[in-house]
């Protein structure tokens, strides 16, 4: 279980549960495994677990898909009133009597609470979708709208909801406007984008047990916003048991199974997202970064590759082509591939084009075409001014190669105002001060750097070479000691060996 593998933890749960006398924590260990695997035996082991919170959700599921719609409520009715249930009770209960063909009283039980302040939005949102299923347009548009004023930055789902309902009730230009603003907190979206469009009519909620996972996935992504991890994927599960082609449920599970390096399952739990959702593009792009990340760069590339032939118009394949060969230091194939991405921009003046222009900078400066480089940075910087990863890298660069440093110190000091605690930022900014011969104050910085970043062979190189030249070499050979013992590359590993064998760093300040 520890690892992710709920499959096989559950298969050995059930031959111990067997095996074994009745035991209330095996048992409770194997409800818990075959409800994270999906195993039918849930629901049998759940009734053993009267007094079991998730057991009598996963009661209340089986209710709902046998169309039990009075038993399911009871059960949500019995819930505890207390921690984050006494939230999610009421949106259970409401859902259940809308399935029980009652609407006008489903908006009764949630009316308190959507004219609590606290929490309206969320309530406000359930309530629209419950009037919409029941045909209460009024209410409906009500409620809908009560959302808008109080969400300003949606989530993608609360974004597809909101643009169902506006273009469902002749709204078009609101309705693109909901789907197309979410390109800017989440780029990838963008490839998306025409899909969305295109079946932003469709009712988000056809029936009241999709509203009961739509319950189960909004408290998913409360929890997982407080770290709750565990719990936050029973109530995925519970809302995959209703509907298991929610592509969005799907998404946050694999986000945080991947968080918790559970990268295989993150992987097989988006295998079941038709490729007929509108999100299916964005599922695709999390696939080929997960098997990068299970150690299959040439299966990613693949993937990508054909991401690309499928989805002319995006950028979004070429760039993630990029960023593997740059991670394996193919940084000319690199460069090809983002010319391709950069190719495939629709719009050129678009801001979150940045981070295109940034990383094919990235991988300009490291094969060696600094003047390229440049003028990408320089690029990248008139569309998104004050992008701190870009001062930060431009300013770096200009300060390791010794020209332009006090340009490069007021890059990197708008850089680490926007981020403080940023530890490259703060080397860089270090290593600038280090540069211009300002010694007593980039140790201080670098020292900070190295609190920040206490396992990065570059800041610990750098903290050594400004010890020495305030006069501190025996600190500066442990400083080198340190950065070699943490896997600096093959060129920073030489030149590290080089300044213990001869006990200097070589020419660095500046004017030397």
Not at 24 to 38: G, I, Q
Not at 103 to 127: G, H, I, K, M, Q
Request: with cysteine; aromatic share 6%.
């Amino acid at each position: 279980m520890s690892e992710g593998d709920t499959k096989t933890a559950a298969n050995d749960l059930l031959k111990a549960f067997a095996e074994l006398p009745p035991a209330p924590e095996l048992t409770l260990e194997t409800f818990l495994a075959c409800v994270n695997a999906n195993r039918p035996e849930a629901v049998t082991l759940a009734r053993q677990l009267p007094d079991n919170q998730i057991a009598q959700l996963v009661l209340a599921d089986a209710d709902i898909a046998a169309g039990r719609w009075q038993n399911a409520e009871a059960r949500f009715r019995a819930m505890p009133r207390q921690g984050i249930s006494q939230l999610l009770q009421p949106l259970l209960v409401a859902w259940a009597e809308q399935g029980d063909g009652r609407t006008d009283t489903a908006l009764s039980t949630l009316r308190p609470y959507v004219e609590n302040p606290r929490f309206r939005a969320l309530f406000a949102l359930e309530a629209a979708m419950i009037a919409d299923l029941g045909n209460r347009p009024e209410a409906a548009a009500a409620l809908y709208r009560g959302v808008e004023a109080d969400m300003a930055n949606p989530s993608l789902r609360v974004a597809q909801i909101l643009a169902s309902w506006q273009a469902r009730t002749h709204q078009a230009a609101e309705a693109e406007h909901t789907l197309v603003t979410l390109e800017s907190a989440a780029p990838e979206l963008g490839i998306a984008m025409p899909a969305l469009l295109a079946n932003v009519t469709r009712k988000p909620v056809p029936g009241a047990a999709d509203g009961i996972a739509e319950a189960y996935f909004t408290f998913a992504a409360l929890l997982r916003s407080q770290d709750a991890n565990d719990f936050s994927l029973v109530m995925i599960r519970l809302a995959l048991d209703l509907r298991p082609n929610f592509a969005a449920a799907r998404l946050l599970a694999s986000e945080i199974l991947s968080s918790d390096h559970h990268l295989r399952a993150a992987y097989q739990i988006l295998a079941d997202v038709p490729a007929s959702d509108p999100i299916a593009p964005v599922v695709r792009l999390r696939r080929a970064a997960l098997v990068d990340l299970l150690g299959h760069p040439d299966e990613a590339m693949r993937d990508l590759e054909r991401m690309a032939h499928d989805y002319p118009n995006s950028p979004l394949p070429d760039e993630r082509r990029g960023d593997i060969l740059r991670e394996t230091h193919r940084f000319t194939d690199a460069v090809a591939a983002y010319d391709k991405g950069i190719a495939r921009i629709s719009n050129p003046e678009d801001s979150a084009n940045w981070v295109l222009y940034y990383d094919r900078g990235v991988a300009e400066e490291q094969s060696h075409q600094w003047p390229l480089a440049k003028a990408d940075f320089q690029h990248a910087l008139q569309l998104s001014p004050d992008q701190p990863f870009v001062l930060n890298y431009l300013g770096y660069s200009l300060a390791d190669m010794g020209t332009d440093l006090d340009q490069a110190r007021k890059m990197v000091q708008l850089a680490a105002a926007r981020r403080p605690n940023d530890g490259a930022i703060t080397d860089s900014l270090g290593w600038v001060l280090f540069r211009q011969g300002h010694i007593k104050e980039a140790v201080t910085t670098l020292e900070r750097a190295v609190e920040l970043e206490p396992e990065d062979s570059t800041i610990n190189g750098h903290l050594g070479d400004a010890y020495f030249a305030a006069g501190r070499k025996i600190e500066a050979q442990y400083q080198w000691r340190r950065a070699l013992t943490l896997n600096p590359t093959p060129d920073d590993a030489a030149s590290l060996e080089a300044k213990l064998n001869t006990g200097h760093p070589g020419a660095v300040l500046s004017g030397q």
